[in-house]
């Protein structure tokens, strides 16, 4: 995928999130059942260090912290809370320990700098509901990337691919909209296999990118985060009405 389509999705992202912040984050209060099933798997492993730095790209409306935060509440965990939406930003509750930065991750990663300059290891980071809004391998990867470099040896990376198009309701709803952005001219036949535009909840109108990780873009995301220095630990299918609309990987920063 050439630079000029990834700025243009990105920009209909951008623009989805500030005219329906209101709608999304309301939608977007509960914790998601894979994420039970991950604060499990620290607990076993002993847990998060006192004094923990947690680590969220793409934290939304802040309902992972909310989540988090009552889950490690022994370990008083600071979160370092990244996103680029005001909108949602303005949704979010003031929580204590949340340190929120606001940067435009995909455009730092596209001009190659450093999005977070400065931040400390994290002992656990964490993407949730994002990875599938990144257009093209090279902007995933360099996401992908920098979790890595985030991650404190010994520490925890965890995100979820979103595997829309195995929902037939949601497929149906994919072509609808990849239909729309044919006749709106939206890059089309620019598109990497598996890339879509969906609507919002029942209207199809409102576009937004998505793509669908299938086996092989999972492997090749999970290759990546090894090649960054992290072991997977497990993989797993949660969320959505059929139990498996996310797939969650799962790493630890160095050997197991």
Same mark, same amino acid.
């Given at each position: 995928?050439?630079?000029?389509?990834?700025?243009?999705? /990105?920009?209909?992202?951008?623009?989805? !999130?500030?005219?329906?912040?209101?709608?999304?984050?309301?939608?977007?209060?509960?914790?998601?059942?894979?994420?039970?099933?991950?604060?499990?798997?620290?607990?076993?492993?002993?847990?998060?260090?006192? @004094?923990?730095?947690?680590? *969220?790209?793409?934290?939304?409306?802040?309902?992972?912290?909310?989540?988090?935060?009552?889950?490690?509440?022994?370990?008083?965990?600071?979160?370092?809370?990244?996103?680029?939406?005001?909108?949602?930003?303005?949704?979010?509750?003031?929580?204590? @320990?949340?340190?929120?930065?606001?940067?435009?991750?995909?455009?730092?990663?596209?001009?190659?700098?450093?999005?977070?300059?400065?931040?400390?290891?994290?002992?656990?980071?964490?993407?949730?509901?994002?990875?599938?809004?990144?257009?093209?391998?090279?902007?995933?990867?360099?996401?992908?990337?920098?979790?890595?470099?985030?991650?404190?040896?010994?520490?925890?990376?965890?995100?979820?691919?979103?595997?829309?198009?195995?929902?037939?309701?949601?497929?149906?709803?994919?072509?609808?909209? *990849?239909?729309?952005?044919?006749?709106?001219?939206?890059?089309?036949?620019?598109?990497?296999?598996?890339?879509? !535009?969906?609507?919002?909840? *029942?209207?199809?109108?409102?576009?937004?990118?998505?793509?669908?990780?299938?086996?092989?873009?999972?492997?090749?995301?999970?290759?990546?985060?090894?090649?960054?220095?992290?072991?997977? /630990?497990?993989? !797993?299918?949660?969320?959505?009405?059929?139990?498996?609309?996310?797939?969650?990987?799962?790493?630890?920063?160095?050997?197991?």
């Amino acid at each position: 995928m050439d630079i000029e389509t990834e700025r243009t999705l /990105i920009e209909l992202n951008n623009r989805f !999130y500030r005219e329906h912040a209101d709608t999304f984050s309301a939608t977007r209060q509960a914790p998601w059942p894979g994420w039970e099933r991950l604060t499990h798997l620290v607990e076993e492993r002993g847990g998060l260090p006192g @004094g923990p730095a947690v680590l *969220d790209l793409a934290c939304g409306n802040l309902r992972f912290e909310r989540f988090a935060g009552a889950r490690f509440e022994q370990a008083a965990p600071t979160f370092y809370a990244v996103d680029d939406s005001a909108e949602l930003a303005e949704l979010a509750p003031s929580l204590p @320990g949340v340190l929120c930065r606001r940067v435009d991750l995909l455009a730092e990663l596209q001009a190659g700098r450093d999005p977070l300059p400065g931040l400390p290891p994290c002992d656990l980071t964490v993407c949730f509901g994002f990875l599938h809004h990144v257009p093209g391998t090279r902007l995933r990867e360099r996401l992908l990337d920098l979790m890595a470099r985030a991650t404190a040896p010994g520490g925890i990376l965890a995100l979820s691919l979103w595997r829309f198009m195995d929902d037939p309701r949601l497929a149906t709803k994919a072509a609808a909209a *990849d239909a729309l952005a044919e006749a709106a001219g939206l890059p089309c036949a620019e598109l990497d296999a598996g890339d879509h !535009y969906l609507g919002w909840q *029942d209207d199809p109108r409102p576009l937004r990118f998505c793509h669908h990780f299938d086996e092989a873009d999972i492997d090749a995301c999970a290759a990546r985060l090894e090649r960054g220095g992290a072991t997977e /630990i497990t993989r !797993y299918d949660a969320d959505g009405r059929n139990g498996a609309l996310n797939r969650y990987l799962v790493f630890r920063k160095g050997r197991v």
